[in-house]
């Protein structure tokens, strides 16, 4: 383990949840009855390994990595490649750097809490695995080196998700899984057609690809000088990776899949929806399309600041009107995905370290908002915005978590979001000068609609000692949230609290390999193209 740390942590939940969902079905009656009643307990006990795994990894119990030296192109923790099909030039590689390491680290602790906020989900001797197995497509994303193994990854994280909504969804969940899986493949088809042309122009390595002469090989196509020759080729799949990339984000206009997923998903499938899943495309934007094609994305810079101020705006302003709290949460996802666009598009360090910051904020704002919303769900069971008011009389624990997951979002000072959201305001000003006012007055839009659902839902009531109940209660009186949903938001309320007051433990690390990334990739490609940021 200490050999390979990223292999055990990427296959060990796919191996694990394979063989709790599968042995029951072969073992005899007694047997599987007794591995489903502790399939859960299973699950989670596989989870807090990885998480602890990949905590010591970070504190440099493991490996004694120091995170803050990383700069693009140098990987740490990377294996001994493994040809897998070395006729076609694909191969086991796996590694990390300061890219990828905070989202490895946000998908191992985001696991065993979405498990804990839906312990008692139904038939979870089914539930708990897929989500083991959604960890180990999610990580495998982050570590893989050869682009063929990524793309496996990638699609893969489709099935646990599309399954999670299609069976404890909501009632339009088939509608709602179709829909998500629809968009999300179409795109990756597009991806998959730039990572072909890539692949054929890639030079020969000895013992990859002996049949076709090429190779997967992220980390050889990245040092490879001029990869694709004709600059029009180049530009065309920059736009195919952008596609597949944008689409997972979600980016205006591409982004309609995800309210529907969203609010029919279960709760944990929305927090790693919105948690690990969007970033995905920021990530594989960066570590692809940029990277490669950074002449390319410098053209098309004009493009990146349309869909990420359309995003935050658009986001934003739909938020007003909606009576849904997930299908609220949602687009403030999309809103806030707009700012990882402009943090990039600013072509300065502190804006790409600010984009770097928003994935994991956001990676932990945003489950607190679905674990709040889902618990709003269950113990009211409505999702009407004002069809519930008073709500702290009878759910306290609920509805502290709820404001502060509100306040969190909209970016309150002390907490990880504000954190993310200056630096990119500021970097955008630095690049843009006045532009900026357009994003900044949106925070104020966001700080709107949030303030206006929680006076709405939180205090406002016709009694004083007793709030106004939803008709979906009919009549019952409402409880406040278990234990276990409990832990789980402290959970990550005190993250986003730690990385607001100490944003350093992740933001020195984002920061140099930013510094890094722009003066070794972006700078040559910014003179060659006459642009000055």
């Not at 899984?177 to 597009?190: L, Q, R």
Request: charged letters at 10%; aromatic letters at 12%; proline letters at 5%.
């Amino acid at each position: 383990m200490i050999d390979d740390p990223l292999s055990v942590i990427t296959l060990l939940p796919l191996a694990a949840g394979l063989i709790l969902l599968v042995l029951p079905q072969i073992l005899p009656g007694d047997s599987a009855d007794g591995l489903r009643r502790v399939s859960r307990n299973i699950s989670m006990g596989v989870a807090l390994a990885i998480a602890t795994i990949t905590t010591m990894l970070f504190v440099g119990e493991i490996g004694n990595i120091d995170w803050t030296n990383i700069t693009q192109g140098g990987y740490v923790l990377e294996n001994e490649a493994v040809s897998l099909i070395p006729s076609i030039g694909v191969s086991w590689k796996v590694g990390a750097d300061a890219l990828s390491f905070p989202m490895i680290w946000l998908t191992a602790i985001l696991i065993p809490v979405s498990m804990l906020v839906e312990w008692d989900a139904k038939r979870g001797h089914l539930f708990h695995p897929l989500l083991l197995i959604m960890e180990s497509a999610l990580i495998g994303v982050f570590v893989a080196l050869d682009l063929f193994v990524f793309y496996v990854f990638w699609e893969l994280t489709l099935i646990p998700m599309f399954l999670l909504i299609l069976v404890w969804g909501g009632e339009d969940r088939r509608y709602a899984a179709m829909k998500f899986f629809i968009y999300t493949f179409t795109a990756s088809v597009f991806m998959l057609l730039g990572i072909l042309v890539m692949y054929f122009h890639t030079d020969p390595i000895s013992g990859l690809g002996d049949l076709s002469g090429h190779h997967f090989d992220l980390v050889a196509m990245t040092a490879q000088e001029n990869l694709i020759p004709s600059e029009g080729l180049r530009h065309f799949v920059w736009f195919l990776l952008l596609i597949g990339f944008a689409t997972k984000m979600p980016s205006v206009p591409v982004h309609t899949w995800l309210p529907d997923a969203h609010v029919q998903a279960p709760t944990a499938g929305s927090m790693l929806l919105a948690g690990v899943m969007l970033k995905m495309g920021a990530y594989g934007f960066l570590r692809i399309s940029v990277t490669i094609f950074p002449e390319s994305t410098v053209v098309f810079i004009p493009l990146l600041i349309v869909l990420g101020m359309v995003s935050l705006v658009y986001g934003a302003w739909v938020c007003m009107g909606q009576t849904n709290l997930k299908r609220m949460v949602a687009y403030s996802s999309v809103s806030h995905m707009g700012l990882i666009f402009l943090g990039i598009a600013t072509m300065q360090p502190l804006g790409i370290a600010g984009a770097l910051f928003m994935m994991l904020a956001h990676g932990i704002i945003s489950p607190l908002l679905f674990a709040v919303a889902g618990a709003f769900k269950h113990h009211y069971h409505t999702l009407e915005i004002g069809s519930m008011r008073g709500m702290a009389h009878h759910s306290p624990w609920l509805a502290g978590h709820m404001m502060f997951g509100w306040m969190a979002s909209l970016g309150l000072p002390l907490l990880a979001g504000f954190v993310a959201e200056v630096t990119i305001l500021i970097a955008f000003w630095m690049s843009y000068g006045w532009l900026v006012l357009l994003p900044a007055l949106t925070l104020i839009v966001t700080a709107a609609y949030y303030l206006n659902s929680m006076q709405r839902t939180i205090f406002e009531s016709n009694d004083p000692h007793r709030g106004d109940l939803p008709d979906s209660l009919h009549g019952e009186e409402p409880s406040d949230i278990t234990w276990h949903e409990n832990i789980g938001m402290f959970v990550l309320a005190g993250m986003t609290v730690l990385f607001g007051i100490m944003p350093f433990i992740f933001w020195d690390m984002m920061s140099d390999w930013s510094s890094g990334f722009v003066v070794d990739t972006m700078v040559e490609a910014m003179h060659s193209q006459g642009w000055r940021p």
